[in-house]
């Protein structure tokens, strides 16, 4: 039996969800790919071929070659949560964050990252308080990114070419 192969990426919106015949969860790095093998939700192996790496978020669509489409989920990953009370600091934390190209997702009063000790003890060190998640991670993409690759943020939401 030949692997199906995934060769058209829509961004959530801009394709007909309720056509969906499937899904792929999918962890932030796995989300973020070209060409490789990917496992549906039911347990089918599909190829992933697409013409450019995209940055894959929760809600957004591939097309199959027969014209099917699959709903891409962003899968719960360890994460930790940077909060401060004061929001002038919780800005402060994020720029050191962008100061080290960390990955990071934006949320309203919270940001989130992967977990790496070295940058915890750092934010502790500065104030911040941490919590450590589970949840999808969808960080910012980056000033250079074409817009149909950006997508909203919301708090309650919790959730590059490679």
């Known amino acids: 039996m030949l692997m199906r192969r995934a060769a058209v990426y829509r ?4 394709w007909p969800r309720r056509e969906a015949a ?3 969860t999918l962890d932030f790095e796995d989300r973020h790919r070209r060409r490789t ?3 549906t939700d039911r347990g089918e192996e599909i ?8 940055a894959m978020a ?6 199959l070659e027969d014209g099917s489409w699959l709903t891409v989920q962003a899968a719960a990953e360890p994460a930790i949560e940077i909060r401060h009370a004061d929001p002038v600091q919780l800005a402060r934390l994020a720029w050191h964050l962008g100061n080290r190209h960390l990955p990071t997702e934006i949320g309203k009063e919270v940001l989130r990252i992967r977990p790496d000790h070295v940058i915890e003890h750092m934010l502790e060190g500065l104030g911040a ?7 999808p991670f969808q960080p910012e993409g980056g000033a250079y990114m074409t817009q149909e ?8 939401r919790h959730i590059h070419e490679r």
Do not use: I, M, N, W
């Open 129 to 135: 308080k941490l919590a450590r998640v589970r949840s």
């Open 37 to 39: 093998r990917l496992l």
């Open 47 to 54: 190829l992933l071929d697409l013409p450019k790496a995209v």
């Open 149 to 156: 690759h950006r997508h909203g943020h919301d708090d309650s």
């Open 11 to 14: 961004p959530s919106g801009s």
């Open 22 to 24: 499937g899904a792929l």
């Open 58 to 63: 929760d809600g957004d669509g591939l097309q």
